[in-house]
């Protein structure tokens, strides 16, 4: 992979994935013919290097040789390079590649992560509490994963555009005969992938170490080739070019000043080390197009349209070098056609499931999701539609396909790898809000999952955070038989809450709540969306104050209350941090044998409902409605409902609105300002929401219609989403807030 004057080689690495994403997803087409004789001229190999967003000038210098009827007669590349000239060599055009460019939803695909709504319903509730990208595992003491992206969905672009090729003996046999290059992590050394899955060999040669988790076959692990060789010119040249055409990314001179932080000078030290190699193969080519792409940056994946033509301008500079080689209209008319014969279009119906090692139980549940398409015409849509489903209950690293043959007979050959540091699983994750310098609040949390302990399906969850909000919490979740939806889950908390007494604007004291309980639900889940339960518990209860003197309404209790309770949750937003389109709806109610301050006991429901509409390419327009209500129960204190504070009432205080009803609507939009590194990160988004609220049986101070205007930027990051702005409201009500975690 090329050096980039600014990142190092850090950014260098990173852009050789680009290519990866282009490889995926064309659909080749099909019939493989005998192989060609070589032709009667000067063979002309194509190399291509390592690059990310700047490799898509690859396709503009492709596009230039097709348009100049110059031939390629061998395709060699590594990382960017390997899959652009994997997806050229298979036999798509500039145009297919410049068609699948646009298609790609970047930020989703180099994100790695599996789609929210692809999740089952545990993990969907695991990435509400911890709306991150971050999950470690306990499987051999604290571990983590050995790359940010498993390359699951790259995986799966490359299955789906290159299965027409599943019997492949030799990448001879492509429509151009092809090479790329990958490093083999145990030896150090340079491998050239030459046969076998076409599609493991490009997702290998793309696996960028620390990002992408690297390509395990047998007991080789292959990762990026950049380190041993960016620009394979030698490779081309053993597959028997006479000519070799390069071309090379050219990022323009190091500036100084770019080497300002301990990492870009590790990063620069190494770009240097990868430059040598790229220095002999520059030397060694017989014309080397230099494609200037010093304006971009290795994560431009949304400036394709722009990056393209710096590689046909490139070409056009060297036209008097390259033109030489150019075929009249009949010689190019037949090379064409010898290209196009070796094309796949056709794929027989699979007989049988071969599960790529796994056995026992395990190998049938994967077997089982598959059978469907026994003896069926091949479907990539929903074959991926399984493996998503699969992979949503968060145990298996990557899910790829292809065909297989066994005595003669066609099969669909599915290959599953299971995560090497989970289960069992921990999230982890940060909380930070504020809206004012005196009220700050920090804290953290994590999650740990144990699966099947209680048979198959179960899951032991144990929580723990410290902050403002303390406590341990531990669910065995157990289906009553395995994959039914009905389940048992019985529970035990031990929490920890501060929450504020206000009249007015005036906080008159601190209090600590003590909830702790135990007890057990039974439930339906009715699909990945969607679970209703109701359960019993005994709780202890109490409000003690902590901080201030006594206030005339006494808001300390003590309550040892048996807790009947329903709950209904439906999840269907598309992703957690921000929304952009979909619906989620939670309600709550719960009846409480004992209340404070009065005799008898007390029904409440909480609900909210939040929807979400795509404006545009950029925008996002929200609406959410919220309220609860105690059936007309009164002086509940602090065992009411509450608004106030960050994006609940965000121009008041937390706490600062008290009583024992409540509603609130909150409607606003979104709009993405720009993207962030989609490794590290998703995007900016800035806007504004109007909140309007009303809050029934408070004291005397509560404002009978609180409203406000609020102002927000969101920065969508890899520990989850980071938030902050202003908000002005009633009178002497005006807040400016941030903070880290949740925000719908």
Partial sequence: MISLSNYGLRWRILLGFSGAVLASGLSAAVAQKPKIEPPKRPTIGLVLEGGGAL????????????????????????????????LYAAGNSPDDIKDFVSDIHWPGVLSGQIPFQALSYRRKEDKLAYPNRVELGLKHGISVPNGLNSGAAVGLLFDRTLIPYWDLKSFDDLPIPFRCVATELTTGTKHVFEDGSLAQAMRATMSIPGMFAPVHHGNEIYSDGAAVDNLPVDVARAMGADIVIAVYLDTGPVK???????????????????????????????????ADVSKFGATDFDKSTEIIPQGEKAAEADASALEKYALNDADWKAYIAQRESRKRTKLPEPQFIDVYGMQGARQSVVAAAFKKYVNKPIDTTEIEKSIADLEGTGTYAIINYNMVAENGKPGLLIRPRLKDYAPPFLNVGLTLLSNNSNDFQLGAGLRATFLDLAGPGSELRLDGTVGPVAGIT???????????HWFVAPRL??????????????????????????????????????????????????ERRTVGSP???????KLTPLVTSVRFQYLGQDEVMLPTKGSAVRTNLGYYTERPNAKGGVTQLNGQMEHFIPVGKRGIL?????????????????????????????????????????????????????HLNPIFGDAIYAGGFYELGKVFGGNSFTPSLPNDG????????????????????????????????RIF
């Fill in 55 to 86: 490799g898509f000038a690859h396709i503009g210098a492709i596009e230039w040789l097709e348009a100049h009827h110059i031939p390629v007669d061998y395709v060699a590349g590594t990382s960017m390079g390997g899959l652009v000239g994997g």
């Fill in 256 to 290: 100084p000043e770019s080497l300002s932080s301990p990492l870009a000078v590790a990063g620069r030290n190494v770009s240097i080390m990868v430059a040598a190699n790229e220095k002999a193969s520059m030397a060694n080519a017989d014309v080397l197009i230099k």
């Fill in 474 to 484: 531990a669910e065995l979740f157990k289906p009553f038989e395995a994959g039914s």
């Fill in 493 to 542: 908390y031990v929490t920890n809450t501060e929450t504020a007494y206000f009249e007015g604007t005036s906080q008159l004291a601190q209090f600590k709540q003590r909830r702790n309980g135990l007890g057990a639900d039974i439930g339906y889940q009715f699909n990945a969306r969607t679970e209703l339960r109701a359960g019993e518990d005994f709780q202890w209860f109490e």
């Fill in 551 to 557: 206030i005339p309404q006494n808001q300390e209790f």
């Fill in 622 to 674: 929200f609406g959410v409605g919220s309220g609860g209500t105690s059936f007309g129960a009164e002086n509940l204190g602090l065992a009411g409902f509450s608004l106030g504070g960050p994006l609940r009432l965000t121009a008041y205080s937390r706490g600062e609105l008290l009583g024992s009803d409540y509603v609130l609507g909150q409607a606003g939009y979104l709009v993405r300002l720009t």
């Fill in 710 to 741: 609020t102002a927000i930027v969101v920065l969508k990051t890899l520990v989850g989403p980071l938030y902050g702005g202003g908000s002005v409201g009633g009178k002497d009500h005006y807040k400016w807030y941030f903070g880290l975690g």
